[in-house]
């Protein structure tokens, strides 16, 4: 006897907005590079090596820049472990509104020097205006008016 074919009803189609894994194992590479990029930021927020962190939560300096550049899965008790000694929350390493770009690790040394010198800025109002000007700077570099008429943002 033969089988009836299965109604179009019934085929799911994959959702978009899911993120995309490789059939074979799995991984999220776009995800663990992101996931990556944060480590890596953290780490040099702190000053610190890949050794120095490799050797407080007790794994090589190779397999940290693995991570950092997202060729590895981080397992949570090592990501906990370097939280840790970065001094940050674990929650910290995920932002689902906002994901790391995985194409400008170089950069993160620069973000990280500005982010610094706008924390020495004591005066609330001028590091509000720092925010917007950099706002206004993004925003003009993709083609988009940043300011209102009045100047302000």
């Known amino acids: 006897m033969a089988r ?3 109604p179009e ?3 799911v189609e994959p959702k978009s907005a899911a993120p995309e ?3 074979r194992t799995g991984r999220n590479p776009e995800f663990e590079a992101a996931l990556g990029a944060r480590i890596r930021a953290a780490r040099l927020a702190a000053h610190m090596s890949q050794g120095a962190l490799g050797e407080a939560v007790g794994i090589s300096f190779q397999q940290v820049q693995k991570y950092e550049l997202g060729k590895d899965r981080v397992a949570a ?4 472990g370097i939280a840790a000694v970065l001094g ?3 929650g910290s390493f995920f932002d689902a509104d906002m994901p790391a770009p995985t194409d400008s690790i170089p950069d993160i040394r620069a973000v990280v020097k500005i982010g610094q010198r706008i924390q020495r800025v004591r005066e609330p109002a001028v590091v509000r205006r720092l925010l917007a000007l950099a706002d206004a700077l993004a925003e003009e570099e993709n083609g988009q008016s940043a300011l209102t008429g009045d100047g302000a943002p």
């Open 21 to 23: 894994r490789t059939k």
């Open 77 to 80: 008790s090592t990501l906990q």
């Open 4 to 6: 009836a074919p299965r």
């Open 88 to 90: 940050v929350h674990p």
């Open 9 to 11: 009803a019934a085929v």
